[in-house]
């Protein structure tokens, strides 16, 4: 059995899920030799969250060329702030590593250029994380359209709704400047676009968009009246609300970020509703694709529930996939937000005994509609990242689903947000094919389409 030598940059939230399995699941397949942060004090923390991990060498970000070769590292690790992807792919590619890398691909055309590039140079493996590939839901929704049930795919409705809890958290931390994240086009819708891409098996070619910051942010407290608020939510100040998060009473986010603070001055808590926020809460997107078929996308980060419904029309007939991830968010007695996990009860089993978070149904012309089966999954992603991180760290199996995603795929992806936020600059649909994407236009021609 052959044991993969790891280097990974930013030991952050996202991070851990990959210590985690280099420490446990997959220690037999792979072994953390350095490792890189900002914040040393994260580095630590997370060396006494997975004591099995040993001692990796630690370093500066700025050298890891010279990591990659003085360790022999097979493979980079990238999990840093998104705006960081692009340099950090680029050069261990050049130094001669493999990438594994949290989606988004890139924040921007020149990301997209200069990672294409240096794929083509070296000829290096870039494998991006698109969990949501692996949940059995959005699977079982690829197979029905794979199979040809509904037909030539003609038009995809597709909503997703952010919670008061998870959608809120873009606008505490970092990701609340575009120039960091790209906005929401980019960090987190690139998620949803990929699974269109991949359940249609098409290429985008032309983007409009509209949207803006309608709920968070200054402006929008002070006209809806919200009056004087804590400036983070990691305090006694009695005008905290259910909006404001306190780290203090979250182990993992106490120990990765309150308690680190003194290192480097970053606060992960700020208040959803001040200054600064360039980002936005309320998108759509009208996406056109190359064989013919038109995506309407919508993207809501402050919604009571959270979750996404997907409707595919087809030649022959309609696959419609609704997910509720989480039925509620709430407020406990000590003034804390609770998430309640269990679905709205709109969605209900045939006997209405047991809330439903799941279902796909599909209807072919003149014919009754039918339930498909969703398979069980387990973890986080709706059942994805346990498969996912098989794939990385194992390789994967026969995969006629092609759920693998390259820098292609991350291309293909990240480029309908750009133009997104291009669209938005400037108020007008924006050809893809005219972006200026050097090497990687190939990709979004099918001359590097691999599945």
């Given at each position: 059995m052959t044991t993969r030598r790891y280097a990974l940059i930013g030991t952050g939230s996202r991070a851990q899920m990959y210590l985690g399995a280099l420490a446990e699941t997959h220690a037999a397949h792979g072994e953390l030799v350095a490792w890189s942060d900002t914040n040393p004090g994260r580095l630590d923390w997370s060396q006494r969250e997975h004591p099995q991990l040993g001692s990796p060498r630690r370093f500066a970000a700025e050298d890891l060329a010279e990591i990659v070769g003085a360790e022999r590292i097979d493979a980079v690790i990238i999990t840093s702030p998104d705006h960081t992807h692009a340099q950090y792919i680029v050069t261990s590619l050049d130094a001669g590593a493999d990438v594994v890398v949290e989606k988004p691909l890139t924040i921007d055309e020149q990301g997209v250029r200069d990672i294409a590039d240096a794929a083509e140079r070296t000829g290096r493996d870039v494998t991006i994380t698109f969990n949501y590939r692996y949940s059995p839901r959005n699977a079982e929704l690829k197979r029905v359209i794979a199979s040809g049930e509904i037909g030539e795919v003609t038009s995809v409705h597709f909503e997703w709704v952010l919670d008061t809890a998870h959608g809120a958290d873009y606008f505490r931390r970092w990701h609340r400047e575009k120039q960091n994240s790209g906005g929401l086009l980019i960090h987190k819708a690139s998620h949803h676009f990929d699974l269109v891409n991949w359940w249609i098996d098409d290429i985008p070619s032309r983007v409009f968009a509209s949207g803006g910051l309608r709920f968070y942010g200054a402006e929008n407290a002070e006209r809806r009246g919200l009056g004087a608020r804590a400036e983070r939510g990691s305090t006694d100040d009695p005008s905290r609300d259910a909006f404001h998060l306190d780290m203090r009473t979250d182990d993992k986010l106490r120990g990765l970020y309150y308690e680190q603070e003194h290192h480097d001055g970053y606060v992960r808590d700020r208040d959803v509703f001040d200054e600064g926020i360039t980002i936005e809460d309320n998108l759509a997107l009208l996406v056109d694709y190359a064989r013919g078929a038109t995506l309407s996308y919508a993207l809501n980060a402050h919604s009571p529930w959270e979750g996404y419904t997907v409707a595919v029309n087809g030649t022959k007939g309609r696959a419609e996939l609704q997910v509720v991830e989480r039925g509620s968010v709430l407020v406990d007695e000590e003034g804390r937000t609770v998430v309640d996990?269990?679905?709205?009860?709109?969605?209900?089993?045939?006997?209405?005994?047991?809330?439903?978070?799941?279902?796909?149904?599909?209807?072919?012309?003149?014919?009754?509609?039918?339930?498909?089966?969703?398979?069980?999954?387990?973890?986080?992603?709706?059942?994805?990242?346990?498969?996912?991180?098989?794939?990385?760290?194992?390789?994967?199996?026969?995969?006629?689903?092609?759920?693998?995603?390259?820098?292609?795929?991350?291309?293909?992806?990240?480029?309908?947000?750009?133009?997104?936020?291009?669209?938005?600059?400037?108020?007008?649909?924006?050809?893809?094919?005219?972006?200026a994407l050097g090497s990687a236009g190939r990709a979004l021609t099918g001359a590097e389409r691999s599945r």
């Open positions: 996990p269990s679905a709205r009860p709109d969605l209900v089993d045939d006997d209405g005994t047991r809330p439903a978070g799941e279902r796909l149904v599909v209807q072919k012309h003149f014919s009754p509609a039918r339930e498909v089966p969703i398979p069980a999954g387990e973890g986080s992603h709706g059942g994805g990242d346990a498969v996912l991180l098989r794939d990385v760290f194992v390789g994967a199996d026969d995969d006629p689903l092609g759920r693998t995603a390259d820098w292609a795929d991350g291309v293909r992806s990240v480029v309908v947000g750009i133009a997104g936020n291009r669209s938005l600059a400037e108020g007008v649909p924006v050809r893809i094919g005219e972006m």
